[in-house]
């Protein structure tokens, strides 16, 4: 059984372009979050995502940043116009949820972007 | 919105030493998690230990949900063990985790 899978796991961009990070969850699981991990950081909520729903994106910048989590295929998390500040790693979980929210969390490998 | 606090910051131990780390919670804790970061930034989980006690192999975790802590033991520390320890709790009954700002562990050969 596979585990949370990201990909790229290493993203370069220039500042002003889009950068496009891709999380499938583990196998039987419907809920994905994002996070996100800034340099020397913990992490920090970004949104909560369910089959084609965003349940929660209170952590999310308003501007710039979306979400999505389709009903075939990867979540996806997009950036528009990336500036240097968005430099982190993005860190996808998933949970089965069959608690509700209380559920254990798997982490995948994340995705370390760099914005040159 | 919820806060939680991990010490210590930074631990250097010797490889064979036994270490405590602690979470502190200012809410009640609902989705208690202990999370290793590797040196190689890979998130590992431990425990999800709402409550109670477990074991696994040379770590343990202990959490009084009545006193909103956690503590997560670590014996006989191996080299392999150094990295990021971060514990995190469920964000004030919302979704999604709060996590500390991890404790620090190198252990020396």
């Known amino acids: 059984n596979a585990g949370v899978m990201q990909n790229p796991r290493h993203l370069v961009r220039r500042r002003g372009q889009e950068a496009r990070l891709r999380c499938s969850p583990m196998k039987g699981h419907s809920h994905v979050y994002w996070y996100r991990q800034l340099p020397e950081e913990g992490l920090k909520f970004m949104v909560y995502?369910?089959?084609?729903?965003?349940?929660?994106e209170s952590g999310m910048p308003k501007e710039r940043f979306s979400a999505e989590f389709p009903k075939e295929g990867p979540s996806i998390l997009r950036i528009q116009q990336v500036v240097r500040g968005d430099s982190a790693a993005y860190f996808c979980a998933s949970s089965p949820g069959l608690a509700g929210y209380a559920d254990t969390q798997y982490f995948g490998p994340g995705t370390r972007l760099t914005v040159l | 919105g919820i806060q939680v606090e991990q010490s210590p910051p930074d631990l250097i131990l010797q490889e064979g030493a036994n270490s405590t780390l602690r979470c502190n919670f200012s809410d009640s804790v609902n989705n208690l998690q202990w999370f290793h970061q590797n040196p190689w930034g890979q998130l590992i989980n431990l425990f999800y230990i709402p409550s109670g006690t477990k074991q696994n192999g040379r770590l343990s975790a202990t959490t009084v949900a009545t006193e909103r802590y956690s503590l997560l033991y670590i014996s006989s520390s191996q080299t392999t063990d150094s990295g990021v320890y971060f514990c995190?709790?469920?964000?004030?009954?919302?979704?999604?985790?709060?996590f500390g700002k991890g404790t620090h562990l190198i252990i020396q050969p």
């Open positions: 995502l369910q089959k084609e729903n965003i349940i929660d």
């Open positions: 995190a709790n469920e964000r004030g009954g919302a979704d999604g985790l709060t």
